[in-house]
């Protein structure tokens, strides 16, 4: 049996409604995946990459498409369509199953301005390997630009031609974002990832220009509930921190090049933030 009533189980967007397409059999068909990624990081070493968060900071981020050979962008940065034209992503990250998969209003309006920023800028969808099955069922113009992130790793891990794996943390930035730009450059950026205020009641602040109405995060709120209700944001900033940490560190041990672009809290990030001269 499962659980799939909002109000008594937190996890059931995950664990439920996400299970059943499982067991229906719905599977990840490989003509999703896009035909250049074979070649994706075959040029790391003399490439450099930003993962950009969705932070009130995202906005006073310097520079354009020029500057990174890969842009990562996540979730509803697309809203943002003067950053995007800056941009021009070539990943959007996503895997959220609240906001992004979910029936909600919101999720709805998310897939759809997905369809138009990718599409627009040819870029590719990077999600967890659970729903990839899922979303390519329901996302035909998807086909040939999905990359599915396996959440199977005990360790931390850059996902491989060989293994699309990756290790689970509930967080875009430090579960696909920072380990896809691992395995793509040696260099990288990372920006938007503001962390949270000491007085913060939320998971933290976003951009304005990243943000949906009212009416449709209240549609969110309506569809999970207990999502909302069980959640401590404290905890789960506090454990983001420590995976920041663990995961800068991880890639500084492989010869990678972090830098923060933009003002954080997160003190990893904070630590590593670029002066004007870099």
Avoid at 156 to 175: C, D, F, I
Avoid at 184 to 202: C, M, Q, T
Avoid at 253 to 270: C, D, H, W
């Amino acid at each position: 049996m499962t659980v799939v009533d909002p109000a008594f189980a937190k996890d059931v967007d995950s664990e439920g409604y996400l299970n059943v397409a499982k067991r229906l059999g719905v599977t990840f068909p490989r003509e999703f995946l896009p035909g250049s990624l074979a070649s994706a990081s075959s040029e790391w070493a003399t490439s450099a990459a930003l993962a950009l968060g969705t932070g009130p900071s995202a906005g006073s981020l310097v520079g354009d498409h020029t500057m990174w050979t890969h842009r990562i962008v996540c979730n509803s940065a697309i809203r943002d369509g003067e950053l995007m034209e800056r941009l021009r992503p070539t990943h959007i990250c996503f895997g959220d199953p609240v906001f992004h998969f979910g029936p909600s209003a919101y999720a709805g309006e998310f897939r759809r301005d997905l369809r138009l920023v990718a599409e627009k800028y040819d870029s590719l969808l990077v999600v967890p390997g659970y729903c990839a099955g899922l979303l390519a069922a329901n996302l035909p113009w998807a086909h040939g630009r999905m990359i599915p992130l396996e959440l199977s790793s005990k360790e931390w891990h850059a996902p491989t031609l060989e293994t699309l794996e990756v290790r689970v943390t509930g967080n875009v930035l430090t579960q696909q974002m920072v380990p896809l730009a691992i395995t793509l450059a040696k260099r990288i950026d990372i920006g938007g990832a503001d962390g949270r205020k000491p007085d913060e009641k939320y998971f933290w602040s976003h951009s304005r220009a990243h943000q949906y109405s009212d009416d449709l995060m209240n549609s969110v709120f309506d569809a999970h509930p207990a999502f909302f209700r069980d959640t401590d944001y404290a905890d789960y900033y506090a454990e983001h921190c420590t995976a920041v940490e663990e995961l800068l560190a991880y890639g500084e041990e492989r010869g990678r090049t972090f830098r923060t672009v933009t003002n954080s809290y997160i003190p990893a990030l904070a630590r590593r933030l670029a002066t004007p001269q870099q």
